[in-house]
């Protein structure tokens, strides 16, 4: 993975613009360079079970961490696009330490008080987003485990918010709940109809 930023960049990445339901959530982390964290790599290419490990290693090992978010209304009320950039800004600026540079996994960045770079497919090339994305994963999907607890019938802790097609069915079934992102097509569409709630 690619080196040679300044000692406090910080990798960001954020989890969750394609679900129709739950936030977006967003993690900065600055990665300490002499205790390096062995299997960094894009989180939806690592299992469950090693996401939770490599988690509990960034938050033991990194220099600085932080998570950022941007909920439900922010997201119907900005588009996702905007929640997703407002939630990595909200990441950086919450990170204890101020970083020099933020590499921003993608093609924007957000506006930030510091340098920003974005790297499209900086979760697989540059071993500070890879770490932003595992710690965004692992906290938006306990998320949606806890709420498929407080929502129960939608499946959520299975495909974590995304578009399946048992989660079509279960909102043609339930109806829209308050954690549903009216913006979102499908939601919407259910919402036009008389069977939406």
């Known amino acids: 993975m690619s080196t040679g930023y300044p000692l406090l960049t910080a990798g960001v990445d954020e989890v969750g ?10 993690a900065a982390v ?6 390096e964290i062995v299997g960094l790599a894009d989180s939806k290419k690592l299992s469950g ?7 509990v290693e960034i938050r033991e090992r990194a220099l600085a961490w932080a998570l950022g978010r941007a909920e439900v209304e922010e997201i119907d009320r900005l588009n996702i696009l905007q929640a997703s950039l407002l939630a990595m800004r909200r990441a950086v600026e919450a990170l204890p330490r101020a970083p020099q540079l933020a590499l921003i996994d993608g093609n924007r960045c957000p506006p930030l008080a510091c340098a920003a770079e974005a790297i499209i497919g900086g979760d697989s090339s540059v ?9 965004a994963k692992v906290v938006r999907d306990d998320e949606m485990v806890e709420l498929d607890r407080r929502y129960p019938g939608y499946g959520l802790a ?3 918010g995304y578009p399946t097609r048992a989660h079509l069915l ?14 979102f097509a499908p ?11």
Not at 17 to 26: E, T
Not at 49 to 55: N, T
Not at 127 to 135: D, E, K, N, V
Not at 187 to 197: A, I, Q, S
């Open 17 to 26: 613009r394609g679900p129709l339901a739950g936030a977006v959530v967003a």
């Open 30 to 35: 600055i990665l300490d360079p002499d205790r």
């Open 49 to 55: 079970k090693r996401r939770q490990a490599l988690a």
């Open 127 to 135: 071993a500070a987003i890879s770490a932003a994305s595992i710690l």
């Open 158 to 160: 299975n495909h974590k």
């Open 170 to 183: 279960a909102l043609q079934s339930l109806g829209v709940s308050e954690i549903h992102r009216r913006s």
């Open 187 to 197: 939601v919407r569409r259910l919402l036009t109809t008389p069977t939406g709630r």
